[in-house]
């Protein structure tokens, strides 16, 4: 489960951090290619995780709906927590702090 969490949080983190401003006014299906290979990595995720064939070569077993669900609920924690840390910076300091034009 904690492999899956891992990899999951990163995929999903990615398309966090490709704007320093909110996804949720840039817009979350803008970048086709990164989408695409979070839906890749995804995919070749759950297949290590749920092919009984290949599931022993990472030492890695099945997981429950439960698993599943808290495994993904962990994964896309970062957007809120980003999300959340960009409005901060942006209320603290009055700008967008990472933009690196800003300078």
């Known amino acids: 489960m904690a492999f899956v ?4 949080i990163e ?3 990615s398309i966090n951090v490709r ?5 949720f006014k840039v817009g979350i299906f803008k970048n086709k290619y990164l989408l ?17 064939s290949i599931a022993p070569i990472f030492g890695a077993v099945p997981l429950n709906a439960t ?4 495994t993904m609920l962990i994964a896309i924690s970062p957007i809120f927590i980003m999300e959340l840390q960009k409005k901060l910076n942006e209320v603290k300091f ?4 990472y933009n690196m034009q800003n300078k």
């Open 67 to 70: 698993q599943w669900t808290t």
């Open 11 to 13: 995929l999903v983190h």
């Open 19 to 23: 704007t320093e401003g909110s996804i």
């Open 36 to 52: 695409g290979a979070l839906a890749i990595g995804a995919v070749l995720q759950i297949i290590v995780v749920s092919v009984p």
């Open 5 to 8: 969490a891992l990899s999951m």
């Open 94 to 97: 009055g700008r967008v702090v």
